[in-house]
């Protein structure tokens, strides 16, 4: 069997059964994906939203992880289909090699639970990881069992390739298909999020192009483009840079994860983690605000979802442009100490005014210490008979990764409770507390 | 104040404060609208999905009947915005009743539950309704005291529009836009469902020209259009026509619904139906399942609604062109009566065969007796100084309407438990026991 | 060599070698596609505008027969993808047949002169036709030799298929392709035409739906749809209606057309037709330019063509439903007959009136005896192993070819020189004088 | 009268009379516009292509400048219209001056002749530009009549908006309206010649956020945008450079363009230019290709032209990140000098080879000295009350700017006749003799 008569990859063509998502897109079912679509854990994933808190900002993001995944799953089709036509491609991937890749694309979220990313962006310890989720689903019945049985496939060889370290060239390359500049789950989400969203942004680059392109990295372990797919390329990283900056890090999107994460960062002690983190996004809402009962933070959850709206509103705002040093001094800081550093700002104010704010009711959000930089992909000059990095092609992908993204998207930003807005907090007192209010939060630490 | 210095439809220039849906649409929101949005009963439609069991089929088709309300509320301001231009309209609507449309509009869906239609769809007796529903959520604060203070406006007034008789001109033709062959109901949700479903089917129709071409009957008492727009009202006519056929009538969608609504009809007298009709999509499940503990209902709807999805398969299907004289005796019969006869046809069976059928393994789905004809407006030609209907005008909707829609796209289908298509049921042997069975439930009726 | 095997059909998946035209689409070029798309004739097809005097009122519909003979020939390959899927399709079409069908495909359009549709619909004797012109074009060098040497293909197979009276089974099934309901041709033109126009309506049906749906017809002669495709059929059958009314039978395209048939009709004795039928666009309308030179139909000529734009208005309007009498005395008539109707106008209002019309100021315009119906396609239902007309399972599909296509879009119109507008003829003794004319047109005859 | 009062503004809303362009946009015809549109001078620009030879690459970029002149003019109503909620505008431009710039919108490339751009391009001493041949056009009637009679407006007012320099304030915002890194041509062309050549690059800014953002800069004399609108302006300068990358400066494209250029720059001396420069686009290549008979160039003309399609190789290629030191000694050399060493070259190669190649079988193509570089524009930031250009706050539009544009997208090319590619003249030779060829055509300068 060659990879081009995988039973998917086949069915790209045959078009007997379908499920069709959108923007008008017809993803191919086999017996045997509709087998692990059925299973509990993955049907979770239609109760777990991609966007989580977004949809308080833009109400029709609303869409599930499960449509992404299928969305990721088809995508490593085509992938698969055009790589085929690679002869390094076929000399290094095996077709059971290449049907592992499709697994693990439609599996790659399955150990991902509600609101996965702002929770494991507090990079708090003892957090259990989504990986080892993602392994507990795929090593128990009844995925493992139908892997064995309908894929003949170990469910280790997928866990391994979804989060193990790569053990050679050929799953190197395929690990870069799932996780990279032009990764399939990029390529999937940028367009969904944008569709659903209701914006423009993730739609514009050119598939067919940036697909039609692709190819081996010189090493021959990685994925990369021809020169062909090079502006394709770039405007998939740049697709990336503007959904930050007007979705993922809209300044209201930040203020519900900022009350999100400050909620679970105090209650996280009365949760029991592991169950929390299999259930569906009702039920996590649910036990989360449970939890929070009798705490300030019943507030917040509440304003979050429950029947009455409450966000949070920015005080303050620096960014790389605006407030440099202040920035640089609240960027990049472990969780714990931002807290610190809000909680010593809340009691300097009480103290220089008649304010009496609760800790709870100024929240700082900052850009975390890892960076959102993912643009090392090569350029394949067959001309030339050379390969070229992106960056080295391309000064625009190059400053965005080492200055834009994270510099100028991702700002620093003080939330305040709106109450304190009403009570007229000055701004200008506020502002200047806050190198003490760092001192503090350095001297704790 | 005039029609067209309303704030929300100012605010459609102004683009002051607005919020994006799909596709690409930005929705005007002044205090007195975001005011409206935040209370509970509104950001419980967040909670609530347009299309329901739909998404079981088109798996993304998960948008909430909050982002649908968003939709048609901005389409109230295009059309408010295109008859400001006409010199009957101003003569007939005064600016605060276009206000009272536009409130309306924005809460048309605000007395709706979860899966509405098709429950509404059984029309059995003491039933509570959507409208009763919408005026007790309307005519309580906080939406009565928003009405009051910051629209000036009598709650009552939008309970008449939405669900009263029409008592002059102005609310006759004011109510025509909310509800006809060319209301802005249906202009947002089969755009809006073909959108996220995946399919290209709603979005084909000429906004833009049917919105240019409107205007009043010859009456002054109802929407119209001139002929320019003749084409644009065919193609929305089409346009629902095809979305029945493809999306609300897909075959696993009315096995779906089929299956929710003989669990509901048998589970109805063990509900707090009042209670039970305001609450959020997830609570109403719930509160179903656990009703329905104990009962061979719970399977149903843990295969709706559960983790392993179980749907219903087809065994027998009956349209207008293919089996007439079975699908004349089955179509548009009380609920009741079909309950009946899905009984005595697995009695039958049971009789005849060495099946033992339980009765609600085999559900009977057929066309209700409301038909879905909306197809009379008029189209005005000024050159000649007349009005045609549409129907008159059109060949095409007189078809749509007549046959088509409800004799071709609404089939009589029997849907059976997968487990007896595993035992092999023959469908011959059914098929012969039918008109004993329709004789049987006749005898009862 | 299987079908799948054929160059043209590998190369949609490979991409070596694309061309890219709209809506995104990459339509793939071989070697011997690219020669055969290189020669003269072909390159004429660059400058022969697909829509003609449309773009007097679509100003943007300016796209050439060379784009619209790429889209043809990619779906020619789309269609024989799917259909090699198909086993009575392979044991009807051989491959050698299946690259006859792709070559007719391509040069379907070849032996089209500017403004073909018009001039062919005046049905007037001695008038060359587009399919000898294509043969001769097929027949001589370069093209003949390129399907010879290229191809290996005989250049009569092309011209048969493409005109020939089908001779077997497998020709019956290709012309079906080629010419039909659902054929490649319209499935390239409505949309492509929709989006150069820049209207929505030919762009709604689900292509991809239709072309998975493909298979044989009951006799294993013609293309045929499976249920799944019915919709997506009646789609296409529909978005032609809507582009015949609002695009192509346009009043104001109507009024251009008239003017045109007008002048041809008398200048055609002077000129050379079968050198005038091989020009490409702007050297054709200087030839019938100097054709007029002295004559009334230079000022029409000028106004279609020249610098400044003259269009004819339209006096009267006669459809199925407005004034049926009428209609159905000067519809389907012969052009000569036509003319003298008009002529015999002229002189009855001079002769009534104080005015003094020239006879080419008057122009009738009405449907040509030639209906479009063309809805004959089976819908094949696996299920109940039979299959059904379009029509028969359809009731709008039979409205639309028996009523609304022909009698409803067409109409008969009256079109006056502005000059006559603007001496404000009087529409009701005009309407008054018809009669007369249709008898005086009538005793000519 | 207010701006709000224009009638093309208030004909936005109206929709009276209106022009359906790409992509379904319509474009509001008043009285007096229709006017000017049916003047010669304007409908000759629906005998210009848009892009000119491009449509050798992409095949339906055929689009006129008419569409783009009415798609810019509607622009200039979108912007003022947002522009007139600006108190600073409406205190510096007058209802008139706003006339003004919407008459310059539409008029805007009236001057153009066919291939203007690249023509002007070769920055030739003695060549007519294309402002002195809009002044003509405008200053004679029937335009200069029409202005004056039904707009009230001095011709030479439009001709010192378009072309002359800025005077006051006013006068310098409406300019940076119709050029400036978002101004409504660019806005126009970027999306239109997406839309044809059958690419998504161009329409991916947000245009309605765009516009919704539109503002003045901190003087008050030109257009800026607020922080809302800085992603969709950087939206807008990157589609630009895609755009540059993958269309404008394609290679094939850029083959085309040279041979046009190095005939034209030969043909010079024997064309009656201001003639010329006022045809449209057919009878323009005829006037060229008969001063070109009986020269080497006639054969490349019909290259282009011509019933076969011929177009150089690239036989060498050069960018900045490629081959940097050739490459800056060849960019941004004056024509004559680029001439030169092609010429040298060929003497070259025919003395170290056996080849005997003709002067004009290679020919040089390399950026022009004018820089691309338009990327000033100012963001609001009304917080902090300050501005910033947007390079400042965008490091991704600097280094376009500054790096990308020119540097990388317009490469140095050495085209060369497919003859020579047949006979296989040696690249690697060609490439060593270049340095002397660069010496040669210094020491002539």
Known sequence: MSIRDIPEIQALDTRHQLIRIPPQVDVPLTPRVQ???????????????????????????????????????????????????????????????????????LLHDIGHWPFCHPLEGLALNGLPDHETSAA?????????????????????????????????????????ILSGPIDIDKMDYLERDSLHAGVPYGNHFDQQ???????????????????????????????RYVMFSEVYWHHAVRSATAMLQRSFFE???????DQLFQMAEEPFVTALSQAAQGTPFSELLSGLFGPRRLLYKRLLEFSYFQEQPVYQQLARRPYPWLVACGDALAKLINEHTSHAIEPHQLIFDAPP?????????????????????????????????????????????????????????????????????????DALA
């Open 35 to 105: 087998s692990l679509i059925d299973t509990p854990a993955f049907r979770r994933l239609a109760k777990i939203s991609q966007l989580g808190l977004v949809s308080l900002v833009y109400p029709a993001a609303h869409h599930t992880r499960f449509e992404h995944s299928l969305g990721t799953y088809r995508l490593s089709l085509l992938y698969l289909k055009q790589l085929s036509r690679d002869r390094r491609f076929l000399d290094t991937v095996t077709p059971k090699q290449a049907e592992t890749l499709i697994v693990t694309a």
């Open 136 to 176: 507990y689903f795929i090593s128990a019945d009844p995925i493992a069992e139908i892997l064995q049985q309908q894929w003949n496939m170990e469910p280790a060889d997928v866990t391994s390739l979804l989060s193990g370290p790569p053990q050679n060239d050929a799953s190197h390359l395929l690990a870069s």
């Open 209 to 239: 192009r940036l697909i039609g392109s692709l190819c081996l990295n010189q090493q021959g372990n990685g994925l990369a483009v021809t020169e062909k797919g090079r502006t394709a390329a770039e405007l998939m990283v740049f697709a």
């Open 267 to 273: 209650l996280r002690g009365k949760l029991a983690l």
């Open 369 to 441: 210490a890892k960076l959102e930089v993912e643009f090392n992909v090569e350029v394949a000059y067959p001309k030339e008979d050379c390969y070229r990095t992106l960056g080295e092609v391309s000064p625009v992908v190059q400053t965005l990764a080492r200055e834009q993204f994270d510099d100028y998207v991702k700002r620093v930003r003080l939330f305040a409770h709106p109450e304190l807005i009403r009570q007229e907090l000055d701004v200008k007192t506020v502002r200047a507390l806050i190198p003490q209010a760092i001192e503090a939060a």
